[in-house]
């Protein structure tokens, strides 16, 4: 196995782990020790710190070792944080609030793009939600988040808010989380897919309020969902 391979599985137990509370905060890991139980050399271990020091889950400091941070201080935007705390019992209030925070964002980046889209970003939030529809029955649910994962990167980056399109990996994750973990239902609400049609229309013909309106009511129904799949 590579030396990214060997670090990469330290992370896919480590990461986890931190982030589900096994590991509480103030706690101190010893990479001697760490690197004995996941029989990884001791240069392997340094390089799966640092990665999670690089999403603030941990600290090093010489002669204390590798502290576990508060929560507070974890960049929860970084996608594979969100990743792993979707992987946990966590993952009903991580979805919630990665939720609210789209409900905060994607209506306001949707009455923008009205405003700024290029046309070809126009063709290609058309084209996403056509792929939506086509994928929207026969539980496709995975070919149904390849298009609507797409939908909301074009949504955030026709802004023109440099702010609101480095969120596009942010709602992707929460995306893919609510369907790999099966906080969806088997096929998408086919109101919610008319309304990512309906926002395409008035991207394109430049209507910024109707944009916006039609945003917020897709992700005030997400949020409903979740309160019937994940309560």
Known sequence: MSTRGLHGRVLDTLGPAITAGEYPPGSVLRTDELAQDFEVSRSVMREAVRVLESMHLVESRRRVGVTVRPKAEWNVYDPQVIRWRLAGADRPHQLRSL?????????????????????????????????????????????????????????????????????????????????????????????????????????????????????????????????????
């Open 99 to 231: 939720t609210v925070l789209r409900s905060a964002i994607e209506p306001v980046a949707a009455g923008l793009a009205a405003r700024h889209a290029t046309p070809e970003q126009c063709a290609e939030l058309t084209e996403c939600a056509l792929g939506m529809v086509a994928n929207s029955r026969g539980h496709r649910l995975e070919e149904y988040l390849v298009h609507d994962i797409a939908f909301h990167r074009v949504i955030l980056m026709a802004s023109g808010n440099e702010m609101f399109a480095r969120l596009g990996d942010v709602v992707a994750e929460v995306l893919a989380g609510r369907t790999h973990h099966e906080v969806m239902f088997e096929d998408p609400d086919p109101a919610a897919v008319t309304l990512h049609v309906q926002v395409a229309e008035a991207v394109r013909a430049g209507d910024g309020t109707r944009a916006e309106q039609l945003t917020r009511q897709i992700t005030v129904g997400a949020l409903q969902e979740l309160e019937i799949l994940a309560p």
